[in-house]
């Protein structure tokens, strides 16, 4: 069975980039274009789990942190793998990310080979 | 006169003072400018007679001194005069001093009378001016916020129809490109089934299989024909025999002769003996009847034997000609054989090339793919910085209005804060490894990861 990957991004090109990366991969992928439609969505799914989820950081509505706060309250995601996606790259930020529940941090622009071998560390085999 | 001016001016200028008024105005303007035009009038008169009175003096004094040299030597009496005179001169001198001064007064009274004239126009074209600078002042302000508004509502539309116009465009090219891609991984992936396919059974090897099977073929083809050609040597034989048999149908045949003679023979004895031979006539003539059934016998086989000798030598000619032609095709076919071998291998290592090559473009297509998919993410981050400027405007735009609306301020425009555009984030141009259009370089994730990604 294909792993799913919820992509989180108000960027529709970013989306595709980073969904054409991981259907190349095998993954299924559900996407968000901001936090809150992103937790609808999660909460959509079947199980209310994904494999693995990838968000922006800045977003319109919901940003990537608060997002990642919220979903760690679901009991769902309480283990999910979560990799901030951004342009940002200061300590601080990440530093916020790490205390907002992140499982990683990438810096944009990504390589897809880059991100496959870095989502390969973080899922449980 | 010398007092009218004056009085007419304070006049005026005190009610001036008293009543705000502005009519006296023109009448103390035209007074003092005329107090001022006498002024200076009287000067430069004061200062042409003071210029002949001193004249006059030195010429005095230079004519005394003349006489006094002259007296001197001889008369003493004119020292008295002499010391009048010198009094005179100094008296003189006084008086020139003082009317320099004087003058010098007068001017200097006259610039300040002017000055201070100027500065009552002064006060005057302030006052209006001031009122009137605070009109313009205002109504630039509000000139100039509406245009500033203007400007930044324009910028902030302009950066808004490009953000999305660079949104659909980038998008259509996304699509394009996953259709290439798409169609680039068929193509890829129909290769490598190829490939594989080409291991499990190479065209070579089936080539050589077929090849094998056509000699065996071949091989069996020319053994036949051998064959018959030792059947159509048998068949020969036969004909030999037919001969023989020939000979001995003669023979039959002279067989046949002599016992018809012998049969004529005998009836001939029969009849010499008359009646007692009767009976053996009778045997003498069944004989010959035998006689003559044994030579049509022999006739019938003769013609027989000549049939199947015919046919027999027909067959061997037919045998024989199909033997030679099959084993010239074997031959032949065993030439475009090899030949056909030959090119099935030349064809299959040009297949196995294509291959070859096919299995590198796609590798490097696929590198490719990944820097494109790098390339499209500028364009995000484009997007991003885009918005930064259109944000602080669309902000600076209502801002204004804002402002307007209220009191017509003067907003001061501060810079919005904006991440400094890192450009040394993008790729350096490049060339891709195998035989491809120039893209961007390869990059070495390993060096890579440790500054794009943190894993917590």
Redo the contacts between chains.
């Keep these: 069975m294909s792993k799913t990957a919820l992509i989180v991004d108000d960027s529709s090109s970013m989306r595709q980039m980073v969904g054409f990366t991981l259907k190349g991969a095998g993954f299924q992928v559900i996407e968000g274009v901001d936090g809150q439609d992103a937790l609808t969505k999660l909460k959509e799914v079947p199980g209310g789990k994904v494999d693995i989820i990838i968000t922006d950081l800045n977003m319109p509505i919901m940003d990537g942190l608060t997002f990642i706060k919220q979903a760690r309250s679901l009991p769902a995601c309480k283990f999910t793998p979560i990799l901030m996606l951004t342009t940002e790259s200061g300590d601080n930020r990440k530093a916020e990310g790490k205390a907002a529940g992140a499982t990683g941090w990438i810096v944009k622009p990504f390589h897809p080979e880059q991100m496959l071998k870095v989502i390969e560390k973080v899922l449980p085999s | 006169m010398l007092l009218s001016f004056p009085i007419l001016i304070a006049s005026a200028f005190l009610f001036w003072l008293i009543t705000g008024r502005q009519y006296p105005l023109p009448l103390l303007i035209i007074a003092g400018s005329g107090w001022a035009a006498w002024l200076q009038n009287r000067s430069r008169v004061s200062v042409a007679e003071t210029g002949s009175l001193a004249q006059a003096v030195s010429a005095g004094i230079s004519q005394d001194e003349t006489m006094f040299e002259v007296s001197l030597t001889s008369d003493e009496i004119h020292s008295e005069h002499l010391l009048l005179l010198e009094n005179k001169i100094l008296l003189l001198e006084e008086m020139v001093e003082k009317s320099q001064k004087e003058t010098i007064f007068a001017m200097k009274e006259a610039g300040m009378f002017a000055e201070e004239l100027a500065s009552l126009r002064n006060i005057r074209d302030d006052r209006d001016l001031h009122r009137e600078a605070e009109h313009l002042a205002v109504h630039e302000k509000l000139l100039l916020s509406d245009r500033v508004a203007g400007i930044a509502s324009n910028l902030a539309s302009q950066v808004t129809i490009a953000m999305s116009e660079a ?1 659909t465009a ?2 259509a090219a ?1 699509d394009r490109f ?1 259709g290439i ?1 798409t169609k680039a991984n068929e193509a890829a992936s129909g290769a490598q089934e190829a490939i594989g396919a080409q291991n499990e059974m190479s065209v070579s090897r089936t080539a050589a299989l077929a090849g094998e099977v056509m000699s065996r073929f071949l091989k069996q083809m020319s053994i036949t024909g051998s064959e018959i050609a030792a059947s159509a040597q048998e068949l020969q034989r036969v004909s030999t025999v037919a001969k023989d048999l020939f000979s001995l149908l003669k023979e039959v045949e002279d067989l046949a002769d002599q016992t018809a003679m012998l049969a004529l023979n005998a009836s001939i004895e029969a009849a010499r003996a008359g009646e007692a031979g009767r009976g053996f006539s009778v045997v003498a003539s069944e004989v010959r009847k035998l006689s003559d059934r044994s030579r049509m016998s022999a006739e019938k086989m003769q013609s027989l034997t000549r049939t199947l000798a015919n046919l027999s030598s027909t067959v061997c000619k037919q045998l024989g000609d199909a033997s030679v032609k099959s084993l010239q095709e074997c031959s032949q076919a065993k030439c475009e054989l090899s030949e056909s071998l030959d090119l099935i291998q030349k064809s299959d290592t040009n297949t196995q090339l294509a291959l070859t090559n096919l299995s590198e473009h796609t590798a490097c297509l696929s590198q490719d ?2 820097q494109i ?9 484009l ?2 910085r885009l918005a930064h400027v259109a944000d602080p405007l669309r902000a600076l735009r209502d801002e204004l209005s804002d402002g307007r609306m209220e009191n017509g301020n003067l907003i001061e425009l501060q810079a919005t804060g904006t ?1 400094p555009v890192n450009l040394s ?1 993008m790729p350096k141009n490049g060339a891709c490894s195998v035989g491809a259009a120039p893209l961007l370089t390869e ?1 070495s ?1 390993t060096d ?2 440790d ?6």
Aim: aromatic share 16%; net charge negative; no cysteine.
């Design positions: 949104e980038v998008n996304i996953y891609v793919i990944e998919v790098v390339v499209f993410q500028y364009h995000d981050m997007h991003q991440d984030m990059v994730y890579q990861l500054d794009a990604v943190t894993l917590f």
